[in-house]
Each structure stands twice: as structure tokens, then as C-alpha cells.
């Protein structure tokens, strides 16, 4: 059954063709000349670190702990709960757009924007105008982890192991120093670390990198972190769809929340992130919905999308009041729990 399904979509031209198509159709920058570098189909892999022990971590801290830990990061630990639908994530890779650099979606086009992701992450004490930049010399790999950690030289020579190409750091010693370390500071930023490199940047799974490190602690010094994670989404989604293959290493969990953001059914709402403590990556998370859609069904309601099935949130991310007005598109409908599928 899975090899007729991967036949019938690599038999199916329209999935890698449909926005080159339509952008030679309309005369724009796409010439004659363009040759298509995508792949029919490109075989994604999503896998994801365990989280069940950060959030066993985070359910155990008082909220004394956790809202200072809001304060310093961010809404970072919702990320822990929001799952990963596979069918759908492996579909959205199909329509990514070499050529513009976002998603083509039947007749609409749509790619994550600076001020989606800064307003899901809600970081209040970066500055962003103090984008991060890996400076020309750097501490060592030692001396960031004794500087984020607290902890001794020795301590993390000990425990700095070689992967790969890059020097790492375990998480399970990471775990364990959440758990007894005296600081509660820095529980907080080992907790922020612990979550860029296993959420953020799972680039070496069960182990914290080193460029994850540099980039950490540079936060620290008030540079956002938002243009570092949306480019590489954008850098591993290209890379893979030209490949045709690969593991994804940006957040997985972040784009398909900012994808379900587009889709919201909001009565009665009325500017809702002026309100003290809203969160809108909460608000998703909490949003139910279906994760039995198959692959192939994602794939055909993309292929239909039309612009009145999408809800342009803006840069200021404020909400009107829509009253009983659902979204049109039966196709979306079905993503969520309480809508047909028929």
C-alpha cells in the first residue's frame, strides 16, 4: 500500500511542478530558460529528540521558577507539547519553493516571517535590532559551557565529547545538573540551552552542539535568536527538497505551529495579544486537532488552497472579531478536531 501511495505521488508531476509552472505562466522572474532543480518527491525525515524529560523537568518546577523562566526566555517550554504530525509535515516539504523560497499552496504563497516567530516565541528581553552574528573569535567550546553552566573547567573537559565534525556535550549531563544545581539562574539557562539544542537546533540528536552553545550565549548579551532559527528552516528546507532527501534540523514543531496559526477559527476575539500574559504559541497548542490525516490527503488539500482559506495574521499579529464566520475551506476543516472529513 505505502509503495502504490509513493507511486501514485511520484507519478504526479503537478506536486513538483505546480509553482515553477504557474510562475512562468505569469511572466515573472521565473524565464523560459529555468530548469527545475526539484525532486518528484523528497523523502523527509522529521526525526525528533524525546522530550518526556524536560517536560517531567519543567511540570516539577513551582511558579515562582517558571515565571521567571517566561520572563528570561520566553514561551519556549509550549514547544515540549506540540507534536509533530508527520503526514502533514512531509507533505508541506512537497511545495516548497526553490525559486521564491516558500511555500506554494494551490494558489497561495506563504513562508514564515520575522515577526510571526518573534511574537510565537514572545522573547521580552532581546532586542531586535541585535541580530545574532558568529563573532570572529570565539571561547572555546570549554568556556562557554563553564560560562552557561557555572560549573568547573575540568568538569567540562570531562564530559565534552567528539561528534561528527562538532564537539558536543551530552544531554544527559545536562539533565542531571537541571536537577541538583544550587542556582536556580542557572537551572533557568541550562533549561534554555537544553531546549534550543534538543527543540531548536536538534542538529546532533541526544547531545547539545557547539554552534547551538556559541548562539546561546550570545542571547545573553540581548541578540534575538528568530533570523538564526527561521534561516535554518528555510536553509534545511531548501537543501533537502533540492537533494530530494535529508533530516530536517530546524524546528519542526515551531513551523507547523505557525502553519496552523494561518487556519484559526476566531469568534468572538478581539485583539487578543494586547491582553496582559497572552501567549499565542500556548493558544495553539491548546487548540485541538486531528492528526489522522494521511499524507496523500494533505498533498490534495494543498494542491486547492485559495486565498480566502487563509487568514492573513500580519506583522502586529492582531485578531478582529470573525462573529460565527468559520473559514470557508472544507479541506482545512479537517485538520481540526470537531470538523467532517467526508
Not at 515577526?115 to 573569535?137: D, F, N, W
Not at 564530559?159 to 541538583?180: E, G, H, T
Not at 534554555?192 to 550570545?218: N, Q
Request: with cysteine.
Amino acid at each position: 500500500m505505502r509503495n502504490e501511495y509513493l507511486n501514485k505521488v511520484e507519478d504526479n508531476t503537478s506536486v513538483c511542478t505546480w509553482s515553477e509552472k504557474t510562475q512562468l505562466e505569469k511572466g515573472n522572474s521565473v524565464t523560459e530558460v529555468y530548469t527545475s532543480e526539484l525532486w518528484v518527491f523528497t523523502r523527509i525525515n522529521s526525526t525528533q529528540n524525546a522530550f518526556q524529560e524536560l517536560r517531567n523537568i519543567w511540570a516539577q518546577w513551582d511558579d515562582k521558577a517558571k515565571q521567571l523562566f517566561y520572563q528570561n526566555y520566553g514561551d519556549l517550554p509550549y514547544l515540549l507539547d506540540v507534536k509533530v504530525d508527520r503526514h502533514l509535515f512531509r507533505a508541506m516539504v512537497q511545495f516548497w519553493n526553490l525559486v521564491y523560497s516558500c511555500f506554494t499552496f494551490g494558489d497561495v504563497d506563504l513562508v514564515p516571517t520575522l515577526e510571526e516567530y518573534t511574537t510565537l516565541l514572545r522573547c521580552p528581553r532581546i532586542q531586535g535590532h541585535k541580530a545574532y552574528v558568529r563573532p570572529a573569535s570565539l571561547p572555546t567550546f570549554m568556556k562557554k559551557l563553564v560560562m552557561i553552566t557555572g560549573m568547573s573547567e575540568q568538569w567540562a573537559v570531562a564530559r565534552v565529547r567528539q561528534k561528527s565534525d562538532n564537539k558536543c556535550i551530552p544531554w544527559a549531563v545536562l539533565r542531571d545538573l537541571i536537577s541538583k544545581h544550587p542556582d536556580v539562574k542557572k537551572r533557568l539557562d541550562v533549561l534554555a540551552l537544553s531546549i534550543y539544542s534538543m527543540v531548536i537546533f536538534p542538529k546532533a540528536l541526544g547531545h547539545i552542539d557547539e554552534a547551538v552553545a556559541d548562539l546561546f550565549d550570545r542571547l545573553g548579551k540581548q541578540n534575538t535568536p528568530v533570523p538564526a532559527i527561521l534561516a535554518e528552516t528555510i536553509r534545511s528546507l531548501s537543501a533537502y527538497r533540492r537533494a530530494g532527501e535529508g533530516r530536517f534540523i530546524g524546528c519542526a514543531q515551531l513551523l507547523l505551529v505557525w502553519f496552523h496559526s494561518h487556519f484559526w477559527k476566531l469568534d468572538k476575539i478581539l485583539c487578543r495579544v494586547f491582553f496582559e500574559g497572552y501567549s499565542p504559541l500556548k493558544e495553539v497548542v491548546d487548540m485541538p486537532r486531528r492528526d489522522d490525516i494521511s499524507e496523500e490527503r494533505w498533498i490534495d488539500i494543498f494542491q486547492n488552497l485559495r486565498e480566502e482559506d487563509v487568514m492573513n495574521l500580519g506583522s502586529c499579529w492582531i485578531y478582529t472579531i470573525t462573529g460565527s464566520k468559520a473559514i470557508s475551506s472544507e479541506a482545512v476543516h479537517i485538520g481540526y478536531t470537531g470538523f467532517s472529513s467526508e
